[in-house]
């Protein structure tokens, strides 16, 4: 491992981005627990900034949309779970696009779609190759942007191997958000994700290409945070690889300035044409994803919402619009950017007052009302794992057949927390039933596996009666109700109904005013 990884992740104290200093192996209680408060311990001139970011804010997710344009058609390194594929409409992955873009083309499509789809916030470039190894056209594309549309955020995602030479770059274009995919902080573990990198115009290999990779992410990393600007970590957790391996990564960066920390399940189908896929390397099973998320989240705020989205997608997180906006369609668009941004102003503030307005409610004391108030001895109760179908907007407003994924939340006693999500195939096409996909059907019930409860706003007979079947209790009786309010009523009906009795324990609480 070289030597300032080694130095750097001993450290015991750091101050970052206004924190108070924070032992290692531990949190503030401000800075772990429920993403309602997930980016509670930044400082508010840090909030402010992602506060409506999808991809930096799980509660942003439901309302704000982001957006990719694919200019970056080359990468410097090869990971073995990367495969960069074009015209690939089905598939949801990053590296995966329709179409490739000139910067020209891409700024276009970018004022096209902020102004149809004014909760368009973010503008990131991620690929499907590496942005920073193909500077020209990513800093030509946010040059104009800056220019022409300074209501958009702009973002870039990196593997880190050009990056300390590119922070300069990305400091003038006012980029204060960047992403780097950082898998390990060690050489040896590196050289089996990655076969090589091309670096200073030579392809070096194995432990040495790991090395200089994970020196380059670093320091990166390092003048990123120097500068103020916030960083984003991914990482893939690739079982047998590295996913005993990625909490040490948490504690790195952290100590490093990144503020927020995106563990990812590998993706690995043999369709795909990645190493990892052909090779058979299975990915994480979500119960494997979620312990690890649990082990990290001690020394960083997890990132539970990640969609790996495409590097064309287009929308809210979890939905692709992108088909709405090919090249041939938005050269057809004309476009009056200053009258579209005093739409998208509007429908902001809008969405403003609606998150003021929730989390005014939510701030009233709020306590599940059960034995034992008062101070007396009462039970405490496990964790339940709910599904959830939304279209967006905080609520459960999706048929179960309709739905693509589903959230699924961990609920406690003290709220909701959203801990990743559970992709399906469209299981019914109809309006108002289900069909007898019977095969899609039983994908769906797998993805949903661990989850006690699923809520939607509509489900049909035959699903109803194979959730029941397989465990999971359907639940339609919330329609556009907000996802936390209805999943705690159904906690609460729960345990007045004794369904959490058999492992409840009686100790003492200290009621709550």
């Given amino acids: ?40 311990h930044l400082p508010e001139n840090i909030r402010e900034k992602v506060h409506n970011h999808p991809c930096y804010s799980e509660e942003a997710h439901h309302y704000y949309a982001r957006m990719h344009v694919a200019v970056a058609p080359a990468c410097n390194i090869q990971c073995h779970y990367c495969n960069r594929k074009y015209d690939c409409a089905n598939e949801s992955r990053p590296g995966v696009v329709s179409e490739l873009l000139t910067p020209d083309q891409a700024i276009k499509k970018t004022l096209a779609v902020a102004a149809t789809i004014p909760q368009m916030t973010v503008l990131g470039i991620a690929g499907p190759g590496d942005p920073l190894a193909n500077p020209e056209k990513t800093f030509a594309t946010f040059r ?15 593997n880190g191997l050009a990056l300390p030479e590119s922070v300069d770059e990305l400091a003038k274009h006012n980029i204060d958000h960047v992403t780097i995919t950082i898998n390990c902080v060690d050489p040896e573990i590196g050289a089996k994700i990655y076969p090589w990198i091309f670096w200073k115009n030579r392809r070096i290999k194995g432990i040495k290409g790991a090395e200089i990779l994970i020196e380059q992410q670093q320091k990166g990393l390092e003048m990123l945070t120097a500068r103020g600007i916030l960083v984003k970590v991914n990482s893939v957790m ?23 920390h995106n563990v990812m399940p590998l993706i690995a189908e043999a369709e795909h044409g990645t190493f990892y896929g052909v090779m058979g390397q299975r990915g994480p099973e979500p119960s494997e994803l979620k312990e690890l998320q649990d082990q990290c989240e001690g020394d960083m705020n997890m990132m539970r919402h990640c969609r790996q989205c495409r590097a064309d997608a287009v ?17 057809e668009m004309e476009i009056n950017y200053p009258e579209a941004m005093i739409m998208r102003a509007e429908v902001h503030a809008k969405i403003e007052a609606e998150l003021a307005e929730k989390k005014a409610k939510q701030n009233k004391p709020q306590l599940i009302q059960l034995e034992g108030l008062g101070g007396k001895p009462r039970k405490t109760y496990r964790p339940v794992l709910m599904a959830v179908a939304t279209q967006g907007g905080g609520l459960i407003n999706q048929h179960f057949g309709h739905a693509k994924e589903f959230l699924r939340y ?16 469209l299981y019914c096409s109809g309006d108002d039933t289900c069909g007898e996909a019977e095969t899609t059907l039983q994908k769906t019930i797998r993805a949903l596996d661990g989850c006690e409860v699923v809520l939607c706003s509509k489900i049909g007979y035959e699903p109803w009666s194979m959730l029941e079947t397989a465990g999971i209790q359907p639940n339609g009786e919330h329609a556009m109700e907000a996802i936390e309010e209805a999943l705690m009523a159904v906690y609460q009906e729960m345990i007045e109904n004794g369904k959490l009795d058999d492992v409840a324990e009686t100790v003492n609480r200290q009621a709550i005013a």
């Fill in 315 to 331: 929308g809210l997180l979890g939905e692709d619009r992108g088909s709405e906006f090919s090249v041939d369609k938005i050269e």
């Fill in 144 to 158: 104009a942007l800056s220019e022409q549309a300074p209501d958009i955020k702009l973002c870039v995602s990196t």
């Fill in 1 to 40: 491992m070289p030597k300032t990884v080694k130095e750097d992740s001993a450290m015991m104290e750091l101050t970052v981005l206004g924190q108070e200093p924070v032992a290692k192996g531990g949190c503030s209680s401000s800075s772990c627990g429920s993403t309602d408060d997930q980016l509670g």
């Fill in 410 to 425: 961990e609920v406690t006693e003290s709220g909701a927390k959203m801990v990743g999500h559970a992709k399906t195939d």
């Fill in 238 to 260: 690739i079982p047998g690889v590295n996913d005993k391996h990625l909490a040490e990564v948490s504690k790195v960066v952290k100590a490093k300035g990144a503020f927020l």
